[in-house]
T-cell receptor
Framework: EAGVAQSPRYKIIEKRQSVAFWCNPI?????LYWYQQILGQGPKLLIQ????????DSQLPKDRFSAERLKGVDSTLKIQPAKLEDSAVYLC??????????????FGPGTRLTVL | GDSVTQMEGPVTLSEEAFLTINCTYT??????LFWYVQYPGEGLQLLLK?????DKGSNKGFEATYRKETTSFHLEKGSVQVSDSAVYFC??????????FGAGTRLAVHP
């Protein structure tokens, strides 16, 4: 079974530019998560989707970050405009429980973003 | 809000040494507790979990016991190997199955 796929793996941009990350979850997984991992810290949830609906986006900086999960499969996370403090690894994860209950999350390899 | 605190690293051990990585948590309700591991160049992987008080999670020689009275979930292994070198994250579930992670502890094991 294929794992969670993410692209690109690395991205370097200048501040005030925009960037987008893509995630393809494990086939059949209803729940998709985006986490931000700043160097030296643990991952922090940005947004959680249940199928194509948002369950939790309380920690998403909505003035610059946006995410969508059209058709309840792939997802895109966008930052516009980027700031220096957005430099981090962006992790995508998915889990299978359609009710959002306790279920193992499977993580992708992440996208490392550097903002200069 | 809910949070996880783990011991700072790096932790440096010789092969076959005993490992303890401390983890304590603050949470409302009764969260499930996890240890995730991130090997160099790889993604996060679930190492073990415990869903209720006094449960012991175990995998690959690692174990951790859910201690409600001390709000702890310390990770232990009796004899570490070089291949155990990685970053270890303690985590708990908040609402809707979201994970709340500690800052991570880097383990380096030398032959």
């Amino acid at each position: 079974e294929a794992g969670v796929a993410q692209s690109p793996r690395y991205k370097i941009i200048e501040k005030r530019q925009s960037v987008a990350f893509w995630c393809n979850p494990i086939s059949g997984h209803a729940t998709l998560y985006w986490y931000q991992q700043i160097l030296g810290q643990g991952p922090k949830l940005l947004i959680q989707f249940q199928n194509n609906g948002v369950v939790d986006d309380s920690q998403l900086p909505k003035d610059r970050f946006s995410a969508e999960r059209l058709k309840g499969v792939d997802s895109t996370l966008k930052i516009q405009p980027a700031k220096l403090e957005d430099s981090a690894v962006y992790l995508c994860a998915s889990s299978s429980n359609p009710q959002g209950g306790l279920d193992e999350q499977f993580f992708g390899p992440g996208t490392r973003l550097t903002v200069l | 809000g809910d949070s996880v605190t783990q011991m700072e690293g790096p932790v440096t051990l010789s092969e076959e040494a005993f490992l303890t990585i401390n983890c304590t948590y603050t949470a409302t309700g009764y969260p499930s507790l996890f240890w995730y591991v991130q090997y160099p160049g790889e993604g996060l992987q679930l190492l073990l979990k415990a869903t209720k008080a006094d449960d012991k999670g175990s995998n690959k020689g690692f174990e951790a016991t859910y201690r409600k009275e001390t709000t702890s979930f310390h990770l232990e292994k009796g004899s570490v190997q070089v291949s155990d070198s990685a970053v270890y994250f303690c985590a708990l579930t908040g609402g809707y199955n979201k994970l709340i992670f500690g800052a991570g502890t880097r383990l380096a094991v030398h032959p």
